[in-house]
């Protein structure tokens, strides 16, 4: 390490004392130390056995920041229920916009953001995705092939004509007709609101990858209503979807297997009994 000149050692002996002076030259001892240890490496490159003795950098950097800390925490402009920069709590204030911390304005309004979520959830679970129903009879199969309105009536006619639009990959027609049915059923105003959000998004909305086929006048209708909704909001929605099952997939479900199996299955078991 080079050595001062006697000059700096008579100052530095005579303001000793002196923590104004003191602190002027400490950044010269660490810089000269610095270059002293960078030359001892240039030195010591070409032997391995060299181990340089080298005081990081960062472990001074992190003195002043623990100096720091406690200077920052008693300032004057501090919450009293905001901690410090070095520890994050509980209580932290509201503008912090990094994840790390638990504030807890954040943690409701997480919250109340889910509410929504749950509702919808708990919402679509009410809408039938499956009736619930006894066997049919033969004279009730009998009956569906009369007309689409006597199919349409019983649960069981249901489930069979949805099982057969759900080989024909139409299966959200049943569904929307279905949930337009639970619909009118409500009475409360919000849960009305909630449902009709629930049914728009689900087979209304051309995103949505279960839309049903609706005209242009139909969709118009339904869009300027959905401000405010009512439990008949889908009412001519749900009449066009009947008239295409009706026309489109009920004749082809009388000529289908599952009509027919359904049929002979019933046939036989009463010609046994």
Partial sequence: MPQLSQDNQECLQKHFFRPS?????????????????????????????AIPDIKPMGSERMEMRK???????????????QP?????????CCFCWCC??????????????QRPTIASHELRAD????????APTLEEVNAWAQSFDKL????????????????????????????CEELKK??????????????????????????VSL?????????????EPSQHIFDDAQLQIYTLMHRDSYPRFMNSAVYKDLLQSLSEKSIEA
């Avoid at 410090?84 to 932290?92: C, L, V």
């Avoid at 949805?162 to 139409?170: A, G, K, N, V």
Wanted: aromatic share 8%; with cysteine; charged share 25%.
């Fill in 21 to 49: 002076i003191w602190t002027q030259f400490l950044p010269l001892f660490r810089a000269q130390r610095y270059n002293a240890d960078i030359h001892q490496i240039t030195e010591n490159e070409g032997d391995p056995r």
């Fill in 67 to 81: 100096r720091q800390m406690p200077l920052a925490q008693d300032a004057p402009g501090a919450a009293p229920g």
């Fill in 100 to 113: 790390c911390c638990s504030c807890s304005c954040l943690t409701v309004r997480n919250q109340e953001d």
């Fill in 127 to 134: 809408l039938p995705t499956w009736e619930e129903s006894p």
């Fill in 84 to 92: 410090g920069a070095g520890s994050r709590g509980s209580n932290a």
């Fill in 215 to 227: 005209d242009s006048r139909v969709r118009e209708v339904i869009n300027r209503n959905m401000v």
């Fill in 152 to 179: 349409m009536v019983t649960p069981a006619g249901r489930n069979a004509f949805r099982e057969f639009l759900r080989t024909e990959f139409s299966e959200e027609n049943m569904l929307f007709w279905m949930a």
């Fill in 186 to 211: 409500e009475a409360n105003k919000n849960i009305i609101e909630e449902k009709a959000r629930i049914i728009y998004e689900d087979y209304i909305s051309i995103l949505s990858p279960k839309e």
